[in-house]
């Protein structure tokens, strides 16, 4: 379980451009379970994902993984954390050009100091699961829309996360590949993994994929959650 108590993170504090992005959320995310933050543009769901995901530090409130409380650890456990408990899915898929699918999909991995044949292995692995390997040693830039989001899955998955976080993962991409997202993720649910997405789009807090449904309005639980 990851329990999120009473958090708030505000941006340029005392300033006069002071935002209050998350403002005292709570809210239990179930462990194999599918959870969608939905919300309009603004709303806080991607800040609410970063906190979630140890990226950034909370203004207040904490975050407790497994009761463990994240939001206390020293920096070095915290990024140790990170990189072993979640997996991330960027809107616009943050894939590094120039180099190939192959070593978009290891880069994670690197600080882990594992042996580069096995890391490799494993990075083809994922490639082959999402339908891939052939396309292992093409640049980024050679690959079509669908292509470049399963190699971005198959990074998200190089760590063999217990999460997987989404922010806005249909945002870019039509129909077809949004339902296609859609069936990798319940791929990925039926292996056991918590799946956790933002998102405004129907086609993912419609789908019967989305257990948990927590709906934001500038930074509060306006649906769904939990009372603090
Ligand atoms: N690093 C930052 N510095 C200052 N303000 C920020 C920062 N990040 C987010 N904000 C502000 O916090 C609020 C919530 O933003 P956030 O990106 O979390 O919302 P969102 O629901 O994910 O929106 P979108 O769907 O457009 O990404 C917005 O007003 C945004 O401008």
Not at 74 to 103: C, M, N, V, W, Y
Not at 163 to 176: G, M, N, R
Request: charged residues 25%; proline residues 4%; aromatic residues 6%.
């Amino acid at each position: 379980m990851i329990s999120v108590r009473n958090v708030s993170k505000v941006f340029n504090a005392g300033r006069p451009n002071e935002v209050t992005a998350v403002d005292g959320v709570s809210l239990d995310v179930r462990l194999e379970e599918t959870t969608v933050l939905k919300g309009p543009s603004g709303s806080g769901k991607t800040t609410l994902l970063g906190l979630i995901g140890c990226m950034a530090r909370p203004s207040s409130g904490r975050i407790f993984l497994n009761e463990r409380e994240m939001t206390s650890l020293p920096e070095r456990f915290l990024t140790d954390i990170r990189r072993a408990t979640f997996g991330f899915i960027f809107q616009q898929f943050h894939l590094i050009k120039g180099i190939s699918a192959l070593e978009n999909v290891m880069l994670p991995a690197y600080p882990t100091g594992e042996k580069f044949s096995r890391l490799r292995g494993r990075a083809l692995e994922k490639l082959a699961m999402l339908g891939i390997e052939k396309r292992a040693e093409a640049k980024i830039e050679w690959l079509s829309g669908g292509e470049a989001q399963r190699v971005a899955i198959a990074r998200a998955l190089i760590n063999n996360p217990a999460v997987v976080i989404a922010d806005e993962p249909t945002a870019h991409l039509d129909t077809k590949m949004s339902l296609e997202f859609m069936a990798i993720m319940r791929e990925l649910k039926s292996k056991g993994t918590t799946i956790i997405i933002a998102s405004h789009d129907p086609i993912v807090y419609d789908s019967d994929l989305a257990e948990q449904v927590v709906e934001l309005r500038d930074g509060r639980i306006v649906a769904g959650g939990r009372r603090p």
